[in-house]
């Protein structure tokens, strides 16, 4: 077992359980156009985010990480009509073609925030921005572990927090790694044990995006 049958078992998930959706699919052959790096959550993912967001009953999102804004869609969709997304983009390029994608998808209640992420999150924490009911991490793994210590303050008690690629192929594991995603990823997963605030698990998963996992933080305490 291995690459084809995880992504043929995706494909087959995706054709059960996903209707084809033009815009979905507009974004991601926009962000292909621009010459965007394919790293984005697969189909199956971001329904994942989807649901998650509807089960949180969330009002506000945060994302940190935009890309091309396909994992945007998802979440934006799960919102009222008077909820309220916060997207955190460091590359100009990224945010000017989410945007687009964005429009195209009829998503009137995202905002991109361009910046540094760290930066973006204290701005938010002054601005009073928070709670977020939903915080969703997929950007560089080697911050993630300030990104988590700076979302707790945009956080309440049943925040869920879920944060992509911490499992780098299995490399986690490997305390000597050269790789500084991997070691991002390990400080991430150090800060997590220790911390009192949150009840935390992390899954392995397979699929077209290869071998990698997804941890759930859930916020216990303010």
Known sequence: MGQEQWTAVDSYIADLFI?????????????KAAGLPAISVSATQGKLLHLLARVQCARKI???????????????RALPADGQLISLEL????????????ARAGVKNAEIRLGPAADSLRLLASEKSGPFDLI???ADKQGYSEYLKLSLKLARRGT???????????????PKSPDESVQGIRRFNEVLAVEKRVTTT??????NKGYDGLAFILVIAD
């Open 19 to 31: 209707p084809p959706d033009p815009a979905l699919d507009a974004a991601q052959a926009a962000s």
């Open 160 to 174: 869920l927090i879920i944060a992509d690629n911490v499992v780098r192929d299995g490399e986690v594991t490997d």
């Open 136 to 138: 969703f991490i997929d």
């Open 202 to 207: 992390a899954i392995q998963t397979v699929g």
């Open 62 to 76: 945060l994302e940190i990480g935009t890309l091309g804004g396909y994992s945007t869609i998802w979440l934006a």
């Open 91 to 102: 590359d100009p390029k990224h945010a000017e073609v989410a945007r687009g994608n964005l």
